[in-house]
């Protein structure tokens, strides 16, 4: 899903049209989170296949404004009629405010739809999103596009793509004819960038992984690990292990000389052999570590032990002295 | 309302369904956070076969000081109040269902996360909470759905904590909560998406479960938090001996004076004068009362959930640790 290799472009800023502005590529990275957030929104409010829906990005930006972390985003309302579009501009605001509330770090990034192709409509939304306050301004917006739809309108697996506007042509400065203001709006060229999906924190990962585990096998989630004998988490990590050594092994049984991945491969695993520590030398000496390492986790949980059954005896013992009182009186 | 009008209703909700979405971003918030301990509301709806569906998950603006401490606060219960409105505006026909809590182990157990709970399951019946417990953070992932059962909710509208009362309702501290199955929804893209994603790349991070943590602090959190909790426990319970000992002291007074009373019956008697009333001493002595057992409860089972966790790390240390020697004597 994510593209290897792109073309980048120098493009005019938002701010200051025909000045180029950063020299650098961009690169958006999206949360799993947020991309199952977003296609969680899709899912939700496609009524009609023609209905256009839209929502905010919210996440990080680098400090030279070229690399965008997207974290979350939130559905705004809009309404399609011909060639406008009226945006929910009061939900926008209140929606980011309460999450910035929460996530004092974060801003907005640019929007999400879900159309084929760029077209009229794309510009003004993207337009209403690079000015005014609460938006992307003064960065520069970027707009995620998730395609689940093919040529016949069957549902695919969703696409991703991401796109960065800048201003082209005369800037539009809403000069006053008369009574009526002339609306203000840019004209917008969309550059690809590229992205690339990421998990953030290495639970929110394995809960992730659990998800697609647990999808692919039509198993019911269960995230609960307090039983005290339920190893079963570890013992899957072990049996991963296992079968990616195997799977090294099987590689190394065929092993190409005049491949340069292998070569790289075998350097790799060499210097890691020969980087372990001297102590791992001394038999002696690690048994002896071991021995004292086992005894006190031992006695660790011994001691627990000693606890809970402290804890247990004395609630039972206090119901019986207590009820024997009764008995007396 | 007043209180007394305030039943325990049994709860028809037999699981709860969580958007894999929603999921996601609470367990990302809270483990962003560790170990800064974070609360919020969950949004969402009953459906009619008996399954809370959860869809939107909200954390509060700041980090709690302890467990329980936001989910009554003014300023938490305004936040709730402004995102859901503000989710009416969207047209998602949710409502507030409950709350989850990011924990170490069983110290979510605090009488200020139980007492909003049982307020709240007395005006919703379904409601519950999800605690996200962060003893195994990057290693397993633990959650669970809980709510106070029958026995505690009834003992609490009645609002003694004998040990009389514990007995009449059959409460101990093993089952002041009931655990609920948490299923995941999940809509059609998203499958689609988690389908495709079968091959992604494993970072080494995620086996951080097989690393052998000798100097791991995570156990010696959870051994702080467990003498912390027995401390609580002894200081509870250092009043309950001081009233078993008051206890037996008076009721020794007692026992003398009947026994007085009786001899001096029997001269009376036998002096052909009239008895005197043996029952008096109950005008004369005041047995103590007995303390609450509350605390005292709460501390027990927050021992028991921590020492659990404590046995389960154990478990696999000693796994790991022989299978690690194991190899040595094949060398």
């Known amino acids: ?329 | 309302m007043a209180s007394k009008s305030k039943q325990y209703q049994e709860p028809t909700a037999t699981s709860i369904g969580i958007d894999s979405g929603a999921l996601l971003s609470l367990v990302r918030h809270t483990s962003e956070n560790y170990p800064s301990l974070y609360s919020g509301p969950l949004f969402g709806f009953e459906d009619d076969n008996g399954s809370v569906d959860i869809s939107h998950i909200y954390p509060y603006p700041y980090p709690d000081q302890y467990e329980g401490g936001s989910l009554r606060s003014r300023s938490g219960a305004k936040y709730q109040q402004e995102i859901l409105d503000s989710l009416k505006t969207l047209d998602y026909g949710v409502e507030f269902q409950g709350w989850f809590q990011s924990t170490l182990s069983g110290s979510f157990i605090t009488s200020q996360l139980v007492e909003s709970l049982a307020q709240q399951q007395l005006t919703n019946k379904n409601a519950f909470i999800l605690v996200h417990n962060m003893s195994s953070i990057g290693k397993e992932l633990d959650l669970k759905a809980v709510r106070l059962t029958r026995n505690f909710v009834t003992t609490y509208v009645e609002g003694k904590w004998k040990s009389k009362d514990l007995e009449t309702n059959r409460l101990s501290y093993l089952n002041i909560f009931e655990e609920i199955p948490i299923t995941i929804n999940n809509q059609a893209l998203v499958n689609l998406y988690l389908a495709s994603e079968t091959d992604t790349p494993k970072s080494t991070n995620e086996f951080d479960i097989l690393n052998l943590s000798s100097n791991h602090n995570l156990t010696a959190k959870l051994l702080e938090s467990l003498s912390g909790q027995i401390d609580s426990y002894n200081f509870d319970q250092t009043n309950f001996n001081y009233y078993q000992r008051m206890y037996s002291k008076e009721n020794l007074k007692i026992l003398q004076w009947k026994q007085n009373r009786r001899l001096e019956n029997l001269e009376r008697s036998k002096a052909g004068q009239k008895e005197l009333d043996t029952n008096e001493w109950q005008s004369l002595f005041k047995l103590p009362a007995e303390p609450s057992r509350y605390n005292n409860m709460l501390h027990s089972s927050a021992i028991d959930n921590l020492a659990d966790d404590l046995l389960k790390k154990c478990n696999e240390e000693l796994t790991k640790s022989f299978a690690i020697e194991g190899k040595f004597a094949n060398e």
């Open chain 1, 1 to 329: 899903m994510s593209a290897t290799t792109s073309m980048h472009l120098v493009r005019p800023g938002v701010s200051a049209p025909g000045a180029s502005s950063t020299t650098t590529a961009c690169n958006v990275k999206i949360h799993a989170t947020a991309f199952i957030r977003i296609l969680e929104i899709v899912a939700k409010q496609s009524i009609s296949k023609d209905k256009r829906i839209i929502g905010t990005l919210l996440g990080y930006r680098s400090d030279d404004g070229s690399g965008f972390e997207v974290r979350d985003a939130f559905m705004v309302p809009c309404d399609e009629t011909g060639d406008s579009i009226a945006i929910a501009d009061h939900e926008h605001k209140v929606s980011y405010q309460l999450y910035k509330k929460a996530h004092p770090k974060e801003s907005v990034l640019g929007w999400f739809g879900t159309s084929k192709q760029i077209d009229n409509s794309t510009g003004l939304i993207h337009d209403f999103y690079s000015k005014g306050s609460d938006r992307a301004f003064p960065y520069p917006a970027i707009y995620l596009n998730v395609n689940y739809r093919d040529e016949n309108d069957q549902v695919i697996n969703p696409q991703v793509s991401t796109y960065i506007g800048s201003t082209v042509g005369k800037v539009a400065t809403g000069q006053k004819v008369g009574w009526k203001t002339q609306s203000s709006v840019n004209s917008y060229v969309f550059h690809p960038i590229p992205n690339q999906i990421m998990s953030g924190t290495t639970t929110e990962k394995l809960a992730l992984d659990s998800l697609v585990e647990n999808h692919i096998n039509q198993t019911p989630t269960t995230f609960s690990g307090n039983e005290v004998n339920d190893l079963s988490n570890l013992k899957k990590q072990i049996n991963i292990v296992v079968a990616s050594i195997d799977k090294l092994a099987q590689h190394l049984d065929s092993f190409d000389i005049n491949n340069d991945n292998d070569l790289q491969l075998l350097r790799t695993l060499t210097n890691n052999l020969s980087s372990r520590p001297q102590s791992l030398f001394n038999l002696d000496e690690l048994k002896k570590h071991f021995g004292a390492y086992n005894q006190d986790v031992i006695m660790i949980e011994y001691l627990t032990k000693v606890v809970k059954e402290q804890i247990e005896l004395s609630a039972r013992l206090t119901a019986t002295a207590e009820s024997e009182k009764k008995d007396r009186e």
